[in-house]
């Protein structure tokens, strides 16, 4: 069973650092893309950027790129998410998601639970 | 890169039909067939419901229909159920570096 799951909630404060993480198991975890989306509160899915986890190729949407670093460790089939400061305005629910092959069309087929992250002074 | 159009809110009684647009250009939409829906509930994370423009993943209901023309895609709900209401998000495949790009989103209402 594919499955992906995210840490913990997080609060922290403004100008601290964090890096959430995305498990990958029940499939080949360097085969598949891994995206993030971000969710403000009461607001659509925004895309941030994806990797492919067999040779870390990461592309970044142009609203995220500089403001956090997506990275992968294939050896522990886990992907992540950081930020070097934080800022209130990346209070957010995170999300991470495979992106499936071409027989199911590139689609984000599997998500994790999201992580919610809270900035606050 | 832009997202996809979609309209805020679309409402519709127990039983009828309804019908989401997402509107996106040659660069996404309208270039590639890799247009995939997404069904939210609140407090859940998404659900993939329709890749590939019309195709449905095992266990969607096929109440759940989509397709695509020119550089709009739509989702359709057939006898719509109480419990179809949700939040409903386009994403697609896009030439850019980025790879894909969401939909502003649409909320369903069942009346």
């Known amino acids: 069973e594919v499955q992906l799951v995210q840490s913990g909630a997080e609060v922290k404060k403004p100008g601290e650092s964090l890096k959430i993480s995305c498990k990958g198991s029940g499939y080949s975890f360097t085969s598949y893309w891994i995206g993030w989306v971000r969710q403000m509160p009461g607001k659509g899915l925004e895309w941030m950027g994806i990797?492919?986890?067999?040779?870390?190729?990461?592309r970044y949407s142009p609203s995220f790129q500089g403001q956090v670093t997506i990275s992968a460790d294939k050896s522990i089939s886990t992907a992540y998410l950081q930020w070097s400061s934080l800022k209130a305005s990346d209070t957010a629910m995170y999300y991470c998601?495979?992106?499936?092959?071409?027989?199911?069309?590139?689609?984000?087929?599997?998500w994790g639970q999201g992580t919610l992250v809270t900035v606050s002074s | 890169q832009s997202a996809l159009t979609q309209p805020a809110s679309v409402s519709g009684s127990p039983g009828q039909s309804i019908t989401i647009s997402c509107t996106g250009t040659?660069?996404?939409?309208?270039?590639?067939?890799?247009v995939s829906w997404y069904q939210q509930h609140p407090g859940k994370a998404p659900k993939l419901m329709i890749y590939e423009v019309s195709n449905r993943p095992s266990g969607v209901p096929d109440r759940f229909s989509g397709s695509k023309s020119g550089n709009t895609a739509s989702l359709t709900i057939s006898g719509l159920q109480a419990e179809d209401e949700a939040d409903y998000y386009c994403s697609s495949y896009t030439s850019s570096s980025t790879l894909g790009v969401f939909g502003t989103g649409t909320k369903v209402t069942v009346l």
């Open positions: 040659s660069s996404d939409v309208g270039g590639y067939n890799y």
């Open positions: 998601a495979r992106r499936g092959d071409i027989l199911t069309g590139y689609a984000f087929d599997y």
């Open positions: 990797i492919y986890p067999g040779d870390s190729d990461t």
